[in-house]
């Protein structure tokens, strides 16, 4: 029988009352809140917002880092009825501005009273809603027209004291059906404005039910948490945790992760790909650092774990040399890969971006298995995820339970089932255009099922170029395999209409500059200087050639251009979950293309 979230956090509750629900790092050290503590402190931020004219189904936004009282704060805005609209705090005003309005939102959470400010700013001055609610208290206690949490929680805590004012809050939570919506999720898109992906609390219960038995993840599990709870692939992570009963640690922040990793010592976690590639990146590099002698008992290592990995995945016997072999090899170095993650790690999911195959192959070498899954906001994250017990590096597996996936005659994937949105908010057009009338939703994204019916993506529909001489070139794949080097952090092929392709650059500052340093070459101190090294060139030119190796002749990279500086998410050339907007990038980069294709 299908459950809101309000009544899944209910039974939760009552099912594991004392034992830890959240973990924050304060003061230096873990602090654990139980499931009751996080339930009182939901149903007082309940109460409060009732009391502020919160209406059933009224929109209210989360625009505030991944932190527990961000968990705390959902829930709460669930207890009352209302819907939840997670927002990214580093949204341009314009966007910012938009998603106020669009949603009709009537409160919103932030950081701080610095938060607040800067949200709304500029464009976004006058679409203040009419509570503003900050996390942590200013230290001169100067919250001007905000009000804290701390307060709120305590005039709800208040209130709760009267039978019939928590009896009225009670009657709300129990008023919510499965047809309610509980989330308005605005995707950032890789071009126009961002669109307000309807998500039910039906929808929610249809993804968190398959995610325990897909993952194996029961109530005594941990995770390490600090994907955004913006992205529908953290916030599916938290009411997962709801449903399955185990624990989560909130990260300090996404650059100590790792850090946090040893401390907390996590049984799963999950991830973009680009933390997977920059610890394989720092690794490689470490070793080559230590000298010859260590570095080829580190390739030589990485070599028996992927001959290891190979067999077993194969359903091969591991023959009794190679397995001493792998005992000294796991030893002297796969279990120090492997260590980087703490001790009790089972596995890490991979998901809101195409994880190279070589890259879960490496880790699954050194005893790391990372799942991979597909998915959209459209389909409440996950569609499709591999399976510790069924799996295949360069796929993202097999549907979820009661999902459908089929491919349409043009290549696009085609999902239906109980997690699919309903529609865009205020958007009937785009909800026309984007479900059929048989309820598939078309997802933009080209790929193929294999036979193993295992889901594997090639590209974006929308993304695919058509050369001048009528070759149809996906270069999603061409980028990826730029990516995989260890130079280069953003990589946009562009050639559609055009006789042959070009490539931009973006370089991996710091990883040049070790090389630079290493290789004694001057003037290293600015990003500027490091792309216009003739050296640092060549370094890319040679990996550049090591991919059109790879290509046939009319995908090959002819000429490319190191860009001066980062793309960056405030220029509106990344999405927050740092996916490229190509045209963005294009339109921004239009002169030094076009100079490319007159070289």
């Not at 932190?67 to 009352?80: Q, T």
């Not at 067999?311 to 397995?323: C, F, M, Q, S």
């Not at 279990?335 to 994880?355: H, K, N, T, V, Y």
Request: hydrophobic letters at 45%; one cysteine or more.
């Amino acid at each position: 029988m299908s459950e809101t979230i309000v009544s899944m956090f209910r039974r939760q509750v009552r099912a594991s009352g004392g034992r830890a629900a959240l973990r924050s790092k304060r003061a230096g050290r873990w602090v654990a809140t139980s499931w009751t503590e996080w339930s009182a402190r939901s149903r007082a931020i309940a109460r409060g917002l009732l009391d502020a004219s919160i209406a059933p189904g009224d929109r209210v936004v989360i625009a505030a880092s991944t932190r527990e009282e961000w968990a705390i704060a959902d829930v709460g805005i669930l207890l009352a009825g209302a819907v939840t609209v997670p927002m990214y705090p580093t949204l341009g005003a314009e966007d910012v501005a938009h998603i106020l309005r669009d949603s009709g939102a009537k409160a919103v959470f932030v950081d701080d009273r610095a938060a607040a400010d800067r949200l709304f700013s500029g464009a976004a001055s006058d679409a203040r809603p009419p509570l503003v609610v900050v996390f942590d208290p200013a230290p001169d206690g100067a919250e001007g027209t905000a009000t804290t949490l701390a307060e709120l929680e305590r005039c709800g805590r208040a209130r709760l004291a009267d039978p019939s004012s928590d009896a009225e809050l009670e009657a709300r939570g129990a008023a919510v059906t499965t047809d309610d919506l509980a989330t308005i999720l605005y995707t950032s898109g890789t071009s126009g404005r961002p669109k307000g992906v309807t998500l039910t609390h039906s929808a929610f219960d249809h993804e968190v039910r398959s995610l325990g038995p897909t993952f194996g993840i029961g109530p005594s599990d941990e995770q390490l948490l600090f994907l955004p709870l913006a992205h529908v692939f953290g916030r599916v992570l938290l009411i997962a945790q709801i449903r399955i009963g185990f624990t989560s640690s909130f990260a300090e922040s996404p650059l100590r992760a790792l850090d946090d990793m040893l401390e907390v010592n996590p049984t799963f976690f999950a991830s973009v790909p680009r933390l997977f590639e920059k610890i394989h990146q720092v690794t490689v590099d470490r070793a080559s650092r230590e000298g010859p002698v260590k570095e080829r008992l580190f390739r030589w290592a990485t070599h028996v774990g992927a001959e290891v990995s190979r067999a077993r995945r194969a359903g091969r016997r591991v023959d009794l040399t190679l397995l001493a072999q792998h005992r000294y090899a796991d030893k002297l170095v796969l279990s120090r890969i492997r260590g980087q993650f703490g001790s009790r790690l089972r596995l890490a999911i991979s998901g809101a971006a195409p994880l190279a195959p070589e890259l879960a192959e490496w880790f699954h070498a050194a005893g790391v298995l990372l799942l991979e899954a597909y998915g959209l906001t459209e389909t409440t994250a996950g569609a499709t995820a591999n399976r510790i017990g069924r799996f295949r590096f360069g796929s993202v597996g097999a549907p979820l339970d009661g999902v459908e996936v089929r491919i349409a005659p043009d290549g696009e994937i085609l999902v239906r089932g109980g997690n699919v949105t309903r529609g865009y908010w205020n958007d009937p057009a785009s909800t026309a255009e984007a479900i059929d009338a048989d309820g598939w939703l078309h997802t933009g994204d080209v790929g193929v099922l294999g036979a193993d019916g295992l889901l594997e993506i090639t590209d974006r529909k929308k993304d695919i170029l058509v050369t001048a001489g009528g070759r149809n070139i996906a270069p999603q794949r061409i980028e990826r395999m730029l990516r995989e080097s260890p130079w280069i952090s953003q990589a946009l092929v562009v050639g559609d209409k055009r006789p042959h392709l070009v490539a931009l650059i973006g370089l991996d500052v710091d990883a040049v500059r070790r090389w630079a340093r290493e290789q004694r070459l001057g003037g290293t101190e600015a990003d500027t200087d490091v792309a216009h090294q003739a050296d640092v060139r060549g370094l890319i030119e040679v990996e550049i050639d090591h991919v059109n190796r790879r290509m046939a002749t009319f995908e090959a990279i002819r000429r490319f251009s190191i860009l001066p500086d980062d793309l960056s998410v405030e220029r509106g050339e990344l999405t927050p979950t740092l996916k490229m907007r190509r045209r963005a990038v294009e339109e921004r980069y239009r002169s030094e293309i076009e100079r490319l294709y007159r070289a």
